[in-house]
Each structure stands twice: as C-alpha cells, then as structure tokens.
C-alpha cells in the first residue's frame, strides 16, 4: 500500500504560478512511477507529467511541456509539480498517483493503482 497525501493547491491569476506536493508513505520502497493528473468535472482525468522514481525520467502531456516540471525527493518521499504560466484552462483537481508495476503508458490513468485525494488549482483570467 502507498499512501498519497498532496497540498499546494489554490487560486491564482493568469500567468501565475504555484507548486504542489504530494507526499508518499507506506509500500514507496516499491513504487516505480509517480504522477501528476487533473480532472474537470464532466471529463476524464488527464496525465499532466510523470517521473520513474528509481532513475528520474520525466514525461509530460503536450498541454504543458516548457510551463510545468515535475521533481522528485526520494529520500523525504516527495514529489513536486510546479506550475508556471497557469491558463485558465489549467483549472482542475490535481491528483497525485503511484504504481508499483512498470506501466505500459506513464500518463494513463488505469496504469496507477494508488491516488491522493486531490487539491484545487484555479486560474482565473
């Protein structure tokens, strides 16, 4: 079991920025990819960015490559995503999500089994 915990979230202008955290406990020895997805009410939830926690490789969606980049602590079992240049478009959930199998896709949702609870981020223009 991992447990997923993220904060961070909040109200900005456009052109803003913020940064969320997801912090991880349990099984994270086992984990080998930890992402960042969001959802809008009424569509599915989206992959934004992911990292291989053994080696660092990152993947983001096209949405949001050159404004988000997501980091990782492995030793606070931490992972980072900071948002620069918000949109209004960028108003979601955020959810923070782990596996601990290799995933075939690292931005599909059905590859995570393990989810945090989620924090708000709204850009207004």
């Known amino acids: 079991q991992v447990h997923l915990v993220e904060s961070g979230g909040g109200s900005v202008q456009a052109e803003g920025s913020l940064r969320l955290s997801c912090a991880a406990s349990?099984?994270?020895?086992?984990?080998?990819?930890i992402a960042w997805f969001r959802q809008v009410p009424g569509k599915e939830r989206e992959g934004v960015a992911s990292?291989?926690?053994?080696?660092?490789?990152?993947i983001y969606a096209d949405s949001v490559k050159g404004r988000f980049t997501i980091s990782q602590d492995n030793p606070k079992n931490r992972m980072y995503l900071q948002l620069n240049s918000l949109k209004p478009e960028d108003t979601a959930m955020y959810y923070c999500a782990a596996t601990v199998t290799w995933p075939m896709q690292a931005l599909v949702q059905h590859e995570y089994k393990y989810w945090g609870q989620g924090t708000q981020v709204t850009v207004s223009s």
């Open positions: 349990g099984d994270t020895d086992s984990t080998v990819y």
């Open positions: 990292v291989n926690w053994r080696t660092g490789t990152t």
